[in-house]
């Protein structure tokens, strides 16, 4: 399974394999080989290979403390957040790397004039034959083929660098990685269902006589309108559109009807122009609107449950990758995301960390994209200025990539943070689960799929997840949530509810600390565990007690109101609580830009500080992997983090600090 397989890349520090130079160690080596990759033949020796040689990144130990120093409460630095050349000039690699590893191969024959060096300082790069690069790394070259796949990758059992330029060097390619391209990538964290197989109602036409009634807060057990959402989280009509706060959401493979925000508009917002549109920020060949007929319903939620949040402010769509890698299914893309933060960020394209340089060759598009009707511009890097606040509804799971991706891409939601942005992911609609047929029919891990499977990129530190409630039968907007837990087919085809758990790969961060020792100690949910994923299933473990958890928040995720394909509809998933979570913060950015002050950034730790502002949800659970999950408890707990927002006391919180 690739959880455990993530330990197969590992620095190895002083240890040595004959023949080589006593001056020489092994910097990587694979333990073993999966059992789906077979060797093949050496290398020719007059092979030209492209080795890129990632240099030792400075100061990403500090990377936490230098965000949780702009985002702490009790900070003297809180909200002083970084300009983006003062984070990448932070984290580039010291000259004294540069040089070392330059002199070192210079000194075996590499003329400086073969030598490049990436914009951002990352990387040295340069053509070899394979004998060259053999002889180098003290190394043999070999072909290895992926049986299911076919796909042939050149790789090393292990190389050697001289021990003085150990410490400068984070990884070098070809090594020893062997990854597959596999289709499974990030999902759209939703559902929909259309009521009654109503037919398309006209634009601008009034909503029909029971969609009009769902206007009222009588209603709200039945369908969650604009109304409803402020009645319950005490949000009061936006007036002020700084140009700077534009919110920021995300797109992929899903796109909106003009249409349909039309339609929605008409029947529940009527304030709210017809015409009112996204600003476009199209990556990579990204497309958007759609006619009616082809509208996604992931899309249509987000703008239907933003625009009447925050208008008059704006939103900025990041809609990302053409439609060959986005829609397509026989597409190899199996990674997520990094395409768009190349495009917020250029450094990031070429950013080296965790034996990765700029996207995957393998789990990434690539571009210009070769495929017919594909984009045939070159990768956009850096071309968009992120927004303060933006809202992701996709994900997957830990499981589906290797740690390398992902903590590579971690790294960028710190730099982002300390820029003053605030990110939010949905958490997942599958409980403690991945979603089903992701490793397992029931979406769990290990060899009895019996273990919970944590969500990607979701357990990463520097994000805030957020999942779902739901107000039940018989309950009004001023009763107590309740986490969401519907059965399959009570409404929706699959059952839901609000994913949660605990990392495999990043530890508790000290904002949350005493949060989740207080569940534990409290609310000790009974399962057997296990301690970090080297001891992985060990005891019968189902979940890692010493992993990051999540989500950290939670909104209202179930019977939405939305016109999709021009029909009137009700949706539900955490892809619903999250742009209502991230317009409150956009709301409270908008507060503090009119007084003077930055943008919050990164909330956790604010809100971790001060959970009273929050509306504590202890109620529901999140079942999966053959149990009922984790429940909702007081205080923290992995299925509605902190709670859903109270507007009045987190905005009188936020106005309050520097």
Known sequence: MRIQAFALFVLLAGSHAAPHPTAH????????????????????????????????????????DLLM????????????????????????????????????????????????????????????????????????????????????????????????????????????????????????????????????????????????????????????????????YGVPPATMANP??????????????????????????????????????????????????????????????????????????????????????????????????????GSYCTYSAFGETGDDPVLDPTYPDPAKNGYKGQLQCGVYTPTNVISVSYGGQEYDLPAYYQERQCNEFMKLGLQGHSIFYASGDDGVAGPPGDDAKNGCLGPNHKIFSPAWPNSCPYLTNVGATK???????????????????????????????????????????QAVATFFAEHDPSYPYYEGNASFGDNGGLYNRLGRGYPDVAANGDNIAVYNMGNFTLEGGTSASTPIFASIVNRINEERIAVGKKPVGFVNPVLYSHPGVLNDITCGTNPGCGTVGFSAVKGWDPVSGLGTPNYPKMLQLFLSLP
């Open 25 to 64: 160690t092994v910097h990587e080596k694979r333990h073993y080989t999966p059992s789906q990759w077979i060797k093949r033949n050496r290398v020719p020796s007059d092979a030209r290979l492209p080795i890129r040689i990632g240099l030792a990144q400075s100061n990403l130990d500090k990377g936490y």
């Open 244 to 345: 700077s706060n534009s919110m920021g959401i995300f797109e992929e493979g899903d796109y909106y009807a003009q249409e349909d925000l039309n339609l929605f508009f008409a029947n529940f917002t009527p304030r709210i122009p017809q015409g009112t549109h996204p600003i476009p920020a199209f990556i990579d060949g990204a497309k958007a609107p759609v006619a009616v007929k082809n509208a996604g319903g992931e899309s249509d939620l987000d703008f239907m449950l933003t625009y009447p949040l925050i208008y008059p402010q704006s939103i900025t769509l990041y809609q990302t990758d053409d439609r060959h890698y986005a829609t397509d299914p026989n597409s190899t893309s199996s990674g997520g995301f990094n395409t768009f933060l190349d495009a917020l960020d």
């Open 471 to 513: 107000v039940y039968p018989g309950k009004t907007v001023y009763d107590p949530e309740c986490a969401v837990v519907d059965p399959k087919g009570m409404p929706y085809s699959v059952a839901f509810s609000s994913g949660g758990g605990f990392s495999n790969i990043y530890p508790v961060p000290s904002y949350q600390a």
């Open 69 to 232: 120093d702009v985002s702490h409460p009790e900070s003297p630095n809180y909200a002083k957040h970084w300009t983006a050349e003062q984070v990448a000039a932070k984290f580039a690699p010291s000259e004294k790397s540069v040089d070392a590893v330059r002199g070192w191969l210079v000194a075996s024959g590499i003329s400086a004039e073969r030598i490049a060096q990436s914009q951002n300082k990352g990387w040295l790069a340069f053509d070899a034959t394979t004998s060259e690069a053999e002889e180098l790394l003290h190394t043999e070259y070999h072909q290895y083929e992926h049986t299911s796949y076919g796909h042939v990758e050149t790789a090393c059992e292990q190389y050697h660098v001289p021990k003085h330029v150990q410490e400068h060097v984070d990884y070098i390619t070809p090594g020893i990685k062997l990854v597959a391209p596999v289709k499974r990538g990030h999902e759209k964290r939703g559902f929909g269902m259309t009521m009654g197989g109503a037919p398309p109602i006209p634009p601008k036409s009034a909503a029909p006589g029971p969609i009009a009634d769902l206007g009222k807060l009588s209603t709200c057990d039945v369908a969650i309108t604009p109304a409803c959402v402020k009645a319950l």
